[in-house]
């Protein structure tokens, strides 16, 4: 029997360092998933996502980092409704998207767009980038005509910095990098206010990551648009977040004001310890952690990161610890580093 | 003199030529990287050593392979197999393909010690069991007798560099050995093979995309750029005077503790593909130092005390 | 589709030149019979009956006198007919139901899927006897038959390519602009499903000529004087001695219209390049 959803935990509210200028509220997001093994094994239920509140404050670029199994690709879908949540809210500039009709959240959806991890399965291949561009406006129903269709696909490609002619291509015969931008100017066609970007450069080559990420930053700062940056890599997500949300199967561990703020998780640190510096002179002493990240199916009673901690006591394996709030530093453990 | 000397290699694939009199050196105790993007022909000359080129239906043009004294490039394939796993091995990016699905883990090692060692089955459980445990495998000898679907993409990997130490090699290749798992568990994955080297004597060629695990792991660094070498040099003076401008650049694309926001840049322009190198210096379209001559000659590799660079401007390059 | 480039390849290769060749004679003869058949495919002529190949009669006579020549060009036009018309009826309800079958899922896609299995374990000439059985021989009894019969397969075909295609990232990402239900289905799932399933339809072309003849052959398809290359096959076994070009020439129009197809067909599963996605589960 899976546990019972949780409520809504008053903690939860207490969250709100941003609350006033929050263009995102989440609170008590929970997702389940349900498998059977063979047609007559037991009922398995996955909760890929447990209990997450937070705030993304308007404007700023909010990141969430997190290994396999953390939940955050899940958690972008919640966010932008592409899932239904089992328990919790999403409020999206002070609208609860649970009480929006279907044709209502499709219109929204003109001010929430995300971009995507996989640039080359993003494009339907038979497409044109013209007629890729073009999308958006013809699923909401906006009427162009060919000039101003002309106009628009030129204004978007320019606006990532991709030749105009471009627009005849099919995706195929770009680039993985080009695709990527591809992707950015679709989701920024219809003039969104919020951008999900869930891993929009893991798939790319190192020169061409880094053009994208100064592509996104530039966008955000020209178009004042608000980021919630989904990433493994810990090292990116401190370079251009300016909040970094740490998850840990399916679970919000530490919230980090700011990006430079010391880990106070043990799960952050072993992160932090993880990702290495281009500096030889800087080299990192790994933390040893002692097994893998645990099934999501079988979660033990306690704290999911008990079993790797090198710091788990016996209160940690059997009390899971809330997500307490320690002035603007968020983190949920019974022995907090410092 | 070292263990691995590769001197001038050239392959070619059909009418494509990957990669193009690349040059590099490893010693016993010693870990090379041997870093670059896609299209850089890193795997290439992993495949090259290893006498792997025919399964791609490529072949070597020039260039000699030295490993101990003997030239692998005059090998027939008999002569190979009784190198490849015995002395030199590699391992590659996905343990999901390296291992066989239908056997168990523990007879996947075992098996490499009985062929090369002769050693017989309950000598060879013991070592695999034991290797195992020094990979910090816990429960070894229960995970000995499991199928690889079991367990975690970490937990294979190491499975799969069990395999490539049961034999007992002087030479160890890994090909992105860690790039599909998870940054915590690619980080002990890295440890534990600096570890491993430092502790038998092995040498380890790195091969990964990442310079950030080069810094970290490496010993001495090559950079490829479009199937050449680019720069080749110890780590501290690579990444303190980096004198290719690719190098250079290739750093800066990762984000360090603390950089300022807008600063991180990228190289402009496209990764370039085996079917379209740029004329003279393959770098020069992207290059921000570039001058005619860049289009026209291609730098040959210059080899000095200071490390090796292929770069016309080479002295002004580098400011660190 | 961005047609021109595999279909050039086609043409281009020496198996689907070859093969497209043959295929627009047979078209060729199906379209324009009465215009380039010698005779008429039923005058009757008894005291000319079972003549060898002659100059008169370029392919011989059958056991009625009439020109075998004529009666195979004609035949051409009932084979094709038959199967391109049952193949297409068959395809368009397929996809149909394997479209909604594999997009909403629930208790309609197991209702269909169990439907399917279970016609899936008799074979498709098992279903057409049974049907003409019900209702009757007869060219449209073919038709229906054989469209009843193939119906399974193109079910299960598409089912299977929308399901693989639902889970794309462009699908993923066309909801997420406001997408409904229709502008997914018919702007990226369907017409992404479209080759595999186009070509097997092609492919299964083929046997339903098969089919067509071997219905043909007992009496249960084109009936008298329709000529049908089956039919003809049958009434040739009387004569297999003394007039064997009656059954060997209506048998290689048939081997060679379902050669070509098949070959033609391949030609083009390896210009598009999707051997792959022509599995049905």
Request: charged share 20%; with cysteine.
């Amino acid at each position: 029997m899976p546990a019972p959803l949780p409520a809504i935990s008053a903690r939860a509210s207490a969250m709100d360092d941003a609350s006033p200028h929050a263009l995102l509220t989440i609170r008590g997001l929970t997702r389940d998933f349900a498998s059977r093994r063979g047609m007559f094994g037991a009922r398995r239920v996955l909760r890929a996502v447990s209990d997450v509140s937070f705030d993304v404050p308007r404007g700023r670029v909010t990141g969430i980092v997190g290994e396999s199994g953390c939940g955050k690709s899940t958690l972008a879908r919640l966010v932008l409704r592409l899932l239904d949540p089992s328990a919790g809210q999403v409020i999206f500039d002070g609208v609860d998207l649970e009480t929006l009709t279907a044709s209502a959240l499709r219109k929204l959806r003109q001010r929430m767009q995300m971009v995507f991890q996989d640039p080359y399965s993003a494009i339907d291949p038979r497409y044109t980038i013209r007629s890729a561009l073009l999308e958006p406006f013809q699923v909401q129903g906006i009427a162009l005509d060919s000039r101003e269709q002309d106009a628009k696909v030129a204004e978007l490609l320019a606006m990532v910095g991709l030749n105009a002619a471009m627009a005849q291509s099919h995706p195929h015969q770009l680039s993985g990098g080009q695709k990527q931008r591809v992707g950015i100017a679709r989701a920024l066609a219809l003039n969104p206010a919020f951008l999900v970007l869930d891993e929009p450069t893991a798939s790319l080559d190192v020169s061409i990551q880094a053009q994208i990420i100064g592509l996104l930053e530039r966008l955000q700062a020209e178009l004042e648009l608000t980021y919630l940056f989904i990433s493994h890599d810990l090292g990116l997500v401190r370079y251009f977040c300016d909040r970094i949300v740490v998850m840990y199967l399916g679970r919000i561990v530490e919230i980090l004001p700011t990006s430079d703020a010391a880990p106070r998780h043990p799960y952050t640190r072993a992160l932090m310890d993880s990702s290495f510096e281009p500096d030889p002179t800087r080299r990192r002493i790994v933390t040893k952690l002692s097994g893998e990240i645990p099934s999501a199916f079988d979660l033990q009673p306690g704290c999911a990161f008990a079993a790797r901690c090198p710091a788990a006591t016996a209160r940690c394996r059997s009390e899971r610890p809330d997500l307490t709030r320690e002035g603007i530093h968020a983190v949920a453990c019974h022995h907090p580093l410092n | 003199m070292a263990l691995l000397t590769v001197q001038d290699l050239s392959i070619s694939i059909g009418r494509l030529a990957p990669l193009d009199s690349i040059s590099f050196a490893v010693d016993a105790g010693e870990i090379l990287g041997i870093v670059g993007e896609s299209g850089s022909g890193k795997s290439l000359t992993a495949m090259a050593v290893m006498g792997l080129l025919p399964l791609i239906g490529g072949e070597i043009e020039s260039g000699t392979i030295r490993f101990d004294g003997v030239d692998l490039t005059s090998l027939d394939e008999a002569a190979y197999r009784r190198l490849r796993g015995r002395r030199i091995a590699l391992i590659t990016q996905n343990p999901m393909t390296s291992l066989d699905p239908l056997m168990r883990v523990g007879a996947q090692i075992d098996q490499v010690s009985r062929l090369h060692l002769g050693l017989t089955a309950d000598a060879a459980m013991r070592r695999s069991v034991d290797l195992m445990q020094q990979l910090r495998i816990p429960e070894a000898k229960t995970i000995h007798g499991q199928y690889p679907h079991q367990m975690s993409g970490g937990m294979k990997q190491r499975i799969v560099i069990a395999m490539a130490l049961a034999a007992d090699p002087q030479l160890i290749i890994a090909d992105e050995p860690t790039t599909a798992l998870d940054v915590t568990i690619q980080a002990q994955i890295i440890q534990i093979m600096v570890e491993l080297v430092r502790e038998r004597g092995l040498a380890l060629i790195l091969i990964t995309h990442d310079m950030s695990v080069v810094a970290q792991a490496c010993d001495r660094v090559v950079v490829l750029y479009a199937g050449r070498v680019a720069e080749s040099n110890a780590v501290d003076a690579i990444f303190a005077h980096p004198r290719h401008p690719y190098t250079r650049e290739l750093i800066r694309c990762i984000p360090r503790e603390g950089q300022a926001p807008g600063s991180l840049k990228g190289i402009p322009g496209l990764v370039p593909s085996v079917t379209a190198y740029p004329s003279g210096c393959r770098f020069h379209p992207r290059c921000g130092d570039a001058q005619a001559r860049c289009a026209r000659d291609a730098p040959t590799l210059e080899d000095t005390d200071a490390g090796a660079v292929a770069c016309h401007f080479s002295p002004g390059v580098g400011d660190g | 589709m961005r047609l021109s480039g595999p279909w050039r390849k086609v043409l281009r290769s020496p198996r689907g030149g070859s093969a497209a060749l043959g295929l627009a004679i047979v078209v060729f003869c199906a379209v324009f019979a009465p215009w380039i058949a010698p005779y008429a495919y039923d005058i009757q002529n008894l005291p000319g009956a079972n003549r060898a190949p002659s100059i008169a009669h370029w392919l011989g006579t059958d056991e009625f006198g009439r020109d075998l020549l004529s009666r195979i060009i004609h035949g051409a036009r009932t084979s094709l007919t038959v199967g391109v018309a049952s193949i297409s009826a068959s395809v368009l309800g397929g996809m149909a139901l394997g479209a909604a079958a594999g997009y909403f899922g629930g208790a309609f896609d197991r209702a269909v899927t169990a439907i399917v299995d279970l016609t899936w374990s008799f074979p498709e000439i098992l279903i057409a006897l049974i049907l003409i059985a019900i209702i009757g021989p007869g060219l449209q009894s073919t038709m229906i038959a054989i469209s009843i019969g193939y119906l399974a397969q193109f079910t299960r075909l598409t089912r299977a390519q929308i399901m693989a295609l639902k889970g794309e990232t462009y699908v993923e990402a066309t909801i997420n602009l406001g997408a409904g239900s229709f502008h997914v289905m018919f702007r990226h799932l369907l017409p992404n499903a479209l080759p595999p399933v186009i070509v097997a339809g092609m492919l299964a072309t083929g046997d339903a000529i098969i089919l067509e003849a071997t219905l043909g052959f007992f009496g249960l398809g084109a009936q008298p004087p329709t000529p049908s290359w089956g039919a003809m096959m049958s009434s040739g076994t009387a004569q297999i001695f003394i007039a064997p070009w009656t059954i060997i020439f209506p048998g290689v129009a048939i081997a060679a219209t379902v050669i070509a197809i098949n070959l033609f067909g391949d030609a083009v599963i390896d210009a598009l390049d999707i051997r792959g996605r022509l599995r049905e589960s």
